[in-house]
């Protein structure tokens, strides 16, 4: 068994150029989360409300519950059993900074590692796919496109 001294946070960041708002809502809504991460939502993000998120290439699907949300400045989700933050810092009428950690990995030294690694790689997929989108209009299919080898036959 591998021991760690410290549990890893995992930080992903980008500046995305446009408003606050607009970056904000794209997480909030999933008609527009669906465009550049998971394909289906079942509701808006709202502080106590539990959504389910599903990834239909993967046949994958998981529950969030919203533990809070601050409109146009953070998000804090419990995401499969760890705590996802997001928080948007405006740089200017037309930038946002987006910062997402995620924390509370947990199993032996192996699996912490390998979780991190993983949500390290998945959140910066999200967060260049979310600025093709947003910037460019140009859906990317990052996320499905990560792993085809994986998608469920249909």
Request: hydrophobic fraction near 40%.
């Amino acid at each position: 068994m591998t021991t760690l001294n410290h549990i890893p946070a995992v930080k992903a960041e980008m500046l995305i150029r446009k408003p606050v708002e607009e970056v904000f809502e794209a997480f909030i809504d999933p008609a527009i989360t669906s465009r550049f991460w998971f394909t289906k939502g079942s509701g808006r993000l709202e502080t106590g409300k539990r959504v389910q998120w599903v990834w239909e290439m993967y046949g994958a699907l998981t529950e969030v519950d919203v533990k809070e949300i601050e409109e146009n400045k953070r998000i804090l989700i419990d995401f499969g059993g760890t705590a996802a933050e997001w928080i948007f810092t405006p740089q200017s009428e037309n930038e946002t900074f987006v910062t997402i950690t995620n924390t509370g990995f947990e199993g032996d030294g192996d699996d912490i590692v390998k979780q991190a690694l993983d949500s390290t790689e998945g959140f910066t997929i999200v967060l260049c796919g979310l600025k093709a989108f947003l910037e460019h209009g140009i859906a990317l299919n990052l996320v499905s496109d990560k792993a085809p080898y994986a998608h469920v036959k249909r």
